[in-house]
């Protein structure tokens, strides 16, 4: 490719909401263009790229023996009450009617729609197991798109969806597909750890995340360098400590607190260790209209996916009760307490370890001292806090770790979460309908992407790994009116171009300065600069990623780049 006939949309700047390497990256080196918040437009460069990811996302899950398809990204209202998910699903669901006063949704997912469709097409077990995978985009109106492509409104992600007769069948199909990711995010160099992870609206039995590790990232992952135990913190927890000593109870006291509401007022104030408060939250369910308190050491974050869990609610029913709502239920906003409170209480495990805790009184300006579970409230006991640094692994009991990490895929053991109501079965050897058991495994291919960037960039720009660059080599003729760098030029670009090699012959009329700034910016493996010893046909190979700079001839430089590319597949 001429690179005088080719869209370089390259920029000095990103706009200043631009704040992650690869959402800068993206915009400077030309690759996408916002059109509104959440949704890109990809230009040429970024969309080889992209094919380049996709391409070996396919690879790998024809290998694995899925089946492509492609479905549309309109889905009808009827399958979503089928599995009860239209209520559920919340704002996220981008809904819309058509002039007959239909409704559908743009698919954030497609569990519906793939079950729907084996439901229909397979008729006999013979047919099973069966795995099925598309490419395609999804639609999600998140809360707050941003950092480019990493968290967009719409996306493309590669969705697969496996249909079996026995959970056994679901294990096989679902290890499959663990080891499958794996060899795709190897093959995409991605640095990336597999944790455990919560099914969320999905839902299901089992499930497991890949995370891109990055400081970016928006997901923490504790984990254990002892014994490998790694999950994600809104799944992970921890070992409970038991107190090695138990203090003797001591009679509660009310004392005045003015003003002291939060957790580090109450501390400083009364001179007591945060983990000698217990925290009193106040949730309201929005289903039911319900008020639940939630009791957590002072020191501690509630893990709401926990909560929601537990309540069997989605994320967008439950909310923090307002200052009416806690004053409704005879208490104050930063004095709440468990004692002598009409309310459900929920009372994470850490909490029955301590005695003579701090609360809130439920009075204006007071607090309580001395208060212990059993003797001055009850509540139900379960797991409720974010396992946090320094916790003990479950597995091994050794202090917990934590990093961050970009999801770019999940896993999940669905079972018949779906087949069930959508009655997606097969019959039987003695002839009795069962469902089929299911698995779904996504890939976020744009974050992929975005994710890619992250781990291999530097001042000067992305640094593909040279299997999804855009282009594998360029030329950079220092001055293409010089007959000899023409020629040498010329030579280059067509060797290189038989030898089926993506190259670029940058014949713009600027600077060399100028354009090695462009291609360094884009990320093009190697960059062969033509100059002065044209005619002796020697030119100056530089690659991207150490900016090392070598004399080769026009032949050995054109196998370097052959070499390397093979080596890349
Ligand atoms: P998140 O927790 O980041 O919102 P999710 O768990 O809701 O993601 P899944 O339903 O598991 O996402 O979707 C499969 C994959 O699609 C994710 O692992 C992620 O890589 C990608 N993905 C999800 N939401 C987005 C988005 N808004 N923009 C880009 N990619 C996304
Ligand atoms: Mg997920």
Known sequence: MKASKMLIATLKEAPNEAIIASHILLIRA??????????????????RTLRKIENIIREEMDQAGSLEILSSAIQPKELWEESGRWQKYGPELMRFKDRHDREFCLGPTHEEIFTNLVRNEIKSRKNLPIN????????????????????GREFIMKDAYSFDLTYDGLDASYDLMYKTYQR??????????????DTGAIGGSGS???MALSDVGESDIIYCDQCGYAADVEKATALLEKPSTTDNLKPIQEVYTPNQKSIEEVSAFLKVDKKQIVKSLVYKNLTNNQFVMVLIRGDREVNEIKL??????????LALASYE???NLNSVEGFVGPVNLAITILVDEEVTTMTNFVTGSNHQDYHLLNVNFKRDFDGEVLDLRKAAVNDLCP????????????????IFKLGTKYSEPLKCTYQDENGQTKPMIMGCYGIGVTRTMSSIIEQNHDENGIIWPINVAPYHVVIVPINYDDPAIKEGSD????????????????DRDAKAGFKFKDWELIGIPFIITVGRRASEKICEFKVRKTLEKTELSFDEAINEVKNQVLKAK
């Open 30 to 47: 030309g690759m996408i263009r916002k059109l509104v918040a959440g949704v890109y437009n990809y230009l040429p460069l970024g969309l």
């Open 491 to 506: 030579y280059l670009y067509d060797k290189l171009c038989a030898e089926h090699l993506e190259v670029i012959l940058d």
């Open 132 to 151: 099925l995978y598309q490419i395609q985009t999804k639609y999600r109106d998140e809360l707050r798109p941003r950092f480019g492509l990493m968290r």
């Open 208 to 210: 497991h995340q890949f």
């Open 395 to 410: 597995c091994c009991g050794k202090p917990l770790k934590i990093e961050r990490g970009i999801e770019i895929g999940q």
């Open 184 to 197: 795709i995010f190897d093959r995409l160099h991605l640095n990336y750890q597999v944790v455990l992870a």
């Open 325 to 327: 709502d806690i004053l």
């Open 308 to 317: 929601i869990n537990h309540l069997q609610i989605a994320e967008h029913e």
